[in-house]
């Protein structure tokens, strides 16, 4: 079975500095992969998703993440980092067999500092 | 398009009560999904749907249930309410054609049963 594991459930950085939000997954097919931002108080919107083509995926909001099927990695990526960068960004993987159904990690809070 | 709508966006029930939340959408996406979202867990997937008059169980669909009568309503009935089911709902949708189902997110029902 799938399954999607974020390492670090909080991740604090500096405004300006390197934004890196790791998720391995676990897929016995070649999987789609996608992460989604969460702003308080609001639902999830996609940010970058991965469905075999390019291996460096890039994003809304500067974000880019990078496949890595020998370190099984989906890891999220920003150069810089703003305050309004500051949320719970979730990885997700799709099921096997084309269900539609989406696997989540537990989520990584983002939180920027001035 | 308003995408997918949800309501109420916030509610209070008394454990054994049961209630309807609403979701819909206006993008004639064939699939649709309820997930619950608990802190530290990610969101779990309850029920889906990928058509009219075509439901099936999620992860977590014990207390809950759902029909689809029309390709734009996906209704959770909450059967008798208990404490274990605060939380907060998102209903999703996807379009089935590319494979991948990239899921649209509503922004969530945040109920709490005392």
């Known amino acids: 079975a799938q399954s999607v594991t974020q390492l670090g459930s909080h991740v604090s950085v ?8 790791r998720c391995n997954y676990s897929s016995s097919v070649p999987p789609y992969l996608f992460w989604y931002v ?16 390019a291996t460096l ?12 099927k020998s370190e099984t990695s989906f890891h999220l990526t920003k150069p810089s980092a703003h305050m309004s960068d500051a949320a719970e960004y979730f990885c997700a993987v799709s099921e096997a067999g084309n269900t539609g159904k989406l696997i989540f990690g537990q989520g990584t809070t983002l939180q920027v500092k001035p | 398009n308003a995408g997918v709508t949800q309501t109420p966006k916030f509610q209070v029930l008394k454990t054994g009560q049961s209630m309807t939340l609403q979701c819909a959408q206006d993008m004639n996406h064939e699939y649709m999904s309820w997930y619950r979202q608990d802190p530290g867990m990610g969101l779990r997937l309850i029920h889906y749907s990928v ?3 075509i ?3 999620g992860e977590v669909p014990n207390g809950y249930n759902v029909s689809r009568s029309t390709t734009e309503d996906f209704p959770l009935r909450l059967l008798s309410a208990a404490p274990s089911q605060t939380s907060v709902y998102f209903c999703a949708s996807s379009y089935t054609g590319t494979g991948y189902y990239e899921q649209y997110f509503g922004p969530g029902t945040r109920l709490t049963v005392t």
Do not use: H, R
């Not at chain 1, 500096?14 to 939000?21: D, M, Y």
């Open chain 1, 14 to 21: 500096s405004e300006g500095a390197l934004v890196l939000l």
């Open chain 1, 38 to 53: 969460q702003y308080p108080n609001q639902g999830l919107q996609l940010l970058l998703k991965y469905t075999s083509a």
């Open chain 1, 57 to 68: 995926v890039k994003g809304i909001n500067g974000f880019e993440a990078e496949f890595k």
């Open chain 2, 51 to 53: 058509g009219a008059g």
């Open chain 2, 55 to 57: 439901t099936d169980q």
